[in-house]
């Protein structure tokens, strides 16, 4: 018998979890859901794209001189990044016990954007060194608490046969705004307190429109569930004995996205100093990120709902870590702007399919449906922690272990390691 046009055949996979097999599907206009979920996601990582890699260093960097830049850097992302880890979870957790008119989720993205906003403005007007972290440390408590809860929202209303494609459409808002505001940062690179605060009013515009349109169901009368210290400090981090499948996603997650962030996240100082472009790198940023949105969104597209069809999902992950991992050997070995330019269109080509099956796999091994908002809070930040992480690592690198050149070979290492650790994984094709 044919399948209707468009008709999604439900993949061949036993969810991680016997919890999973039956998430809350919407019926109130799903098509809406995925048409706002990805701008909503988008809006947030332009605040990803935009600031620690390209306007924070450029802030650090005129705040503190060429030679201290680095260090300066490497502090005020390492410092937000430990925060990061403990933001998104306490996010989680508190959104899946609230029990308001509003529902679990939408007074938590709402509460998070408008703070994190109010943060990026103060930046604007930071010139020191400790504002410029005390600040940044409340950006990143703000977005980290809206992005727990706007993560949740896929396993709360979407039935896993139609993950692949709501996992494209997020995936294509969060690498999309990551590598347009690489692009924003340095239209305005000149003009840095008017940055941040269109940063600030997009992302909070875009996260009210979604709650907006998708209003949550009340959660008033749902159970309460107990808060437990112990229990909640024991799940801030996969546990591999109890839930081996998302112990081994997380690190998937964690060691690919810190792979790519490694350079990416790095590359106006990688342009100035390695490359040799000095003054003239912030012109070639927009380049790259166009670049990379070039192979991006096409594998994005096809591998989503491709991934729903057959019912796989750990062979594109493998495939695209793998592909990423080998595109950044080009400028080690070529270090010119043309073999940066070779690397973002393949490195593109291998984020834009990991993102269209990466959080469909995470959907099907989370470890309990009572606590969607605080595990995807855990795994999110193996997704969030590279990008504020990764200057940091790569500051350390640059100053202690060997220069710019290294980065690349770890960065090639930590793919490889991301495409091994998903082959563990047994609950999901």
């Not at 509460?111 to 440390?137: D, K, N």
């Not at 980290?144 to 995936?171: C, E, H, I, W, Y």
């Not at 875009?206 to 909640?232: G, I, K, M, T």
């Not at 690190?251 to 490694?262: A, D, E, H, I, Q």
Request: net charge positive; with cysteine; aromatic share 8%.
């Amino acid at each position: 018998m044919a399948r209707p046009p468009g008709e999604l055949r439900a993949p061949s996979v036993l969810p991680a979890d016997p919890a999973q097999a039956a998430p809350q599907a919407d019926g109130r206009a799903p098509w809406r859901l995925m048409a706002c979920i990805g701008p909503a996601n988008l809006g947030i990582a332009l605040v990803w794209g935009a600031v620690p890699g390209a306007l924070l260093a450029l802030q650090v960097q005129r705040a503190v001189g060429e030679d201290a830049k680095v260090g300066a850097l490497a502090l005020v992302t390492t410092v937000g990044a430990l925060v990061a880890m403990v933001a998104q979870p306490v996010a989680g957790a508190v959104s899946d016990r609230t029990r308001s008119r509003f529902g679990k989720r939408g007074p938590w993205i709402v509460a998070g954007v408008a703070t994190g906003g109010l943060a990026l403005i103060g930046m604007a007007f930071a010139h020191s060194i400790p504002a410029m972290l005390a600040l940044w440390c409340l950006v990143q408590v703000g977005y980290n608490f809206a992005m727990g809860p706007l993560s949740a929202v896929m396993p709360d209303r979407v039935p896993p046969q139609k993950r692949g494609l709501f996992s494209t459409v997020f995936g294509l808002g969060s690498m999309c705004g990551s590598l347009l505001g690489q692009v924003f940062a340095a239209a305005f690179e000149d003009r840095i307190t008017t940055a941040y605060v269109v940063l600030a009013m997009f992302a909070t515009t875009l996260a009210v429109v979604f709650v907006a349109l998708n209003p949550d169901r009340p959660s008033r009368d749902a159970p309460q569930e107990h808060f437990r210290v112990r229990e909640f400090l024991g799940g801030l981090l996969p546990n591999p004995r109890k839930h081996p499948d998302f112990f081994w996603v997380f690190v998937s997650r964690l060691c690919t996205n810190l792979s790519y962030f490694l350079v990416i996240g790095y590359k106006l100082y990688i342009l100035q100093d390695y490359i040799g472009l000095h003054d003239e790198a912030i012109d070639h940023i927009p380049t790259l990120a166009l670049t990379a949105v070039a192979g991006l969104l096409p594998a994005a597209v096809i591998s989503g709902p491709l991934s729903d069809r057959l019912g796989r999902r750990k062979v594109f992950v493998v495939a695209s870590a793998s592909l990423i991992g080998c595109a950044m050997l080009i400028p080690f070995a070529v270090p010119t702007m043309t073999g940066m330019t070779a690397m973002a269109f393949l490195v593109g080509i291998g984020f834009g399919s990991f993102q269209g099956v990466d959080t469909a796999l995470i959907s099907q091994v989370l470890p309990s449906e009572r606590s969607f908002a605080r595990d995807l809070g855990v795994v999110n930040v193996a997704a969030t922690l590279p990008q504020v992480l990764a200057p940091a690592i790569a500051g350390a690198v640059v100053l202690w272990l060997g220069g710019y050149q290294t980065l690349f070979p770890l960065a090639t290492a930590c793919a490889l390691l991301g495409a091994v650790a998903v082959l563990r994984v047994k609950g999901v094709r």
